[in-house]
């Protein structure tokens, strides 16, 4: 004897934390090799994916197995050794059949048909040959199994910010509509003018929604089990969060309108809005306008500004989209600015609870994973308050400043809608650990 030698093919080091991340993620690792059982079992051990008294299945012993056989050794092994092309493609199809979504890996010629079966065929860019990259649907260029998991991570983290975009997105036209439906059904005016309704539908909605898209991955994301394919985008509470805020939202809305017209001594159910019963100092002082007020107000009997009120109401009948000119369409513009703002403020609060995720509080990190929301809330802030307080932007949108407690009821009001997901993202949690809980005994 004049020497013996040792090879040492070990796995990448990256592998094994890769496994073990795809495991707590519900996705389960089956080795497939050529190599001799010993060298599967040894590696599929090392790497965590075969457990102890665990042993490969050779391509011989899966030869003499049914289906039914298979998909029995398949629940007590994950590593196959010195299988034929014909093995894999057979292993990949019972996974399949159980119902799992299979994700299949390989680089030379013969496992194109095993990469075309599988749900997901998975290529080498560096170490595969150009049929098995034209068999799959992916092509890892840095050959690494870690890649797989990094992209699922990624996947799921994009899911995410799809489903908090449609959530704040579609709460919040929720709320707007139900704000004009039940307002015109309780026989209210016009909460929203319509270039109001554009103006939060491209800004206020705008900005935060394009910043959602850049949220970072939410903790815990890998420790979730795989969604059923079949699982609807408003699934797992997204359609009731939708349904709740939106109602909250236009609960919140109508309530300022109402306290605007309220507050201020006005009738909200009435075509005048009463009016009729205020001097004319009062309304100098409602409306702010003394040229709107006619001179002889004071000496006119009731009906007769009655008849003046509602010819002006008559005039904007053709238009009712757009505000009047005359007292009543100033009055308006009083409850309809707290309504414009409390809408738009609600929506900047949904969005701070939101980005967080459905199982992190808002004030654990508040901007700290996306900078980029902060600025985009911020912003859109100051330009809501822009189209309240610059004279050129009441003009447009017929907006008026409202006073000091007018404006802090319009950031209360808005901020009850942050506490609210707070309290849903509470349940919702809690509802979760208790499933786990009940699944673990």
Known sequence: LLGLVGIVDPA???AKDAVKVARSAGIRSVMITGDHALTAEAIARDLGILEEGQHAVTGA?????SDA???AALKQTSAFARVSPAHKLRVVKVLQQE???VAMTGDGVNDAPALKQA?????????????SKGASEMVLTDDNFASIVSAVEEGRTIFDNIRKFIKYLLSSNVGEILVMFVAILAGLKIPLLAIQILWINLVTDGLPAIALGFEETEEGVMDRKPRPTDESIFASGVGGHILRIG???AVLTLGGFVYGFTSN???PLSDTLGLEDFSRTELIELIDDEELVPTEWDDLAIEERVSLLEGEEGEGEAFEEEAGDGILGAAEAIPRTIAFTILAFTQMFEVMAIHAGDRSSFFKDFFAKNTLLMWAVISTFLLQLAVVYLPFAQEIFRTVPLSASELLLTGVLGAVVLFAVELEKIYITRNEDR?????AV
């Open 12 to 14: 990448r080091t990256e």
């Open 61 to 65: 012993k899966i030869d003499k197995m």
């Open 69 to 71: 056989d298979l998909k």
């Open 99 to 101: 119902g799992n979504v």
């Open 119 to 131: 749900d997901i065929g998975v290529a080498m860019g560096i170490t595969g040959t150009d049929v």
């Open 247 to 249: 109602v909250l939202i």
């Open 265 to 267: 001594g006005m009738d």
């Open 435 to 439: 499933q786990r809980a009940a699944e």
